[in-house]
């Protein structure tokens, strides 16, 4: 008898590493649900590629991760689709400068809600349904957690939470379920008008002196997943030697 195809659901994959993860983790075989919040145009193309190679296996999931009563119900939904719940990739976030002195009670909320508050909500929610398949949680930080960016004080201390996050929910929710966490440097160019770094800077401060590619990323996030049974509670930092430099 054949097994069921894996199923993950991916936050924040309309675009960008997002669909570069679905992309990938597609063509392994697993049927996605695929969660986006405002890009409904480049969510309807990326589905519709993806249900042209394997028809029936990908679902769209319009939401604010910010409506925290709004997380339940996309596992639900996947759940109520598929039947089943083998991978839990958080990867939507918010990012943007937050100067002391500048940074504002709804900034702290914006920046908490996508890179914390959801990641922990929708894991909560997720965690009977992974413990089920024996699934995993891979989170996406930042080398930003562990050593601070100028500017962006609450964006850092975001993903940090989400870094204990991930250590915290290893020890929950083993021995069932792993849970661990990629930590990318500078691997896709930021679309902020004000950026943090020139890619002068970037291949300055990297050991491989050069940026990243989403697919560094995405072949990570799959090892986590699938590639080794006995790595949980780590972050795996993704950033081309860039956390040797002081």
């Known amino acids: 008898m054949t097994p069921p195809a894996p199923v993950a659901m991916i936050t924040g994959s309309a ?3 997002g669909a570069a993860i679905a992309r990938h983790l597609h063509a392994q075989g697993y049927q996605l649900a695929l969660h986006y919040r405002s890009s409904a145009s480049e969510m309807q193309a ?8 394997r028809a029936d296996s990908v679902m769209p999931l319009q939401a604010d991760l910010a409506d925290v009563d709004a997380l339940p119900e996309l596992v639900a939904r996947t759940i109520a689709r598929f039947g089943r719940l ?26 908490f809600a996508s890179n914390a508050r959801a990641p922990f909500f929708l894991s ?4 009977q349904h992974l413990k089920a398949s024996s699934g995993a949680i891979v989170n996406i930080a930042d ?15 975001a993903k940090a939470a989400l870094v204990m996050m991930t250590q915290s929910l290893a020890r929950e929710l083993g021995p069932e379920v792993r ?3 990629v930590a990318p440097g500078n691997v896709l160019w ?3 008008p004000v950026k943090a770094e020139t890619l002068d800077i970037v291949r300055e401060r990297t050991a491989l002196h050069r940026q990243g590619r989403p697919e560094d990323i995405v072949s990570a996030v799959h090892w986590l997943l699938t590639g080794n049974q006995y790595i949980t509670g780590q972050v795996l930092a993704i950033d081309g030697g860039r956390s040797t430099f002081i």
């Open 46 to 53: 990326l589905v519709e590629e993806l249900q042209r190679s």
């Open 179 to 181: 849970v661990n966490a």
């Open 143 to 157: 080398i930003y957690a562990q050593r601070p960016l100028a500017g962006h004080t609450v964006y850092c201390m």
């Open 124 to 127: 909560q929610a997720a965690a």
């Open 190 to 192: 930021s679309e902020n």
């Open 86 to 111: 083998d991978a839990l990739v958080n990867n939507a976030s918010a990012y943007y400068r937050t100067p002391i002195g500048q940074a504002t009670p709804a900034q702290w909320d914006d920046l």
């Open 15 to 17: 675009r960008r590493i």
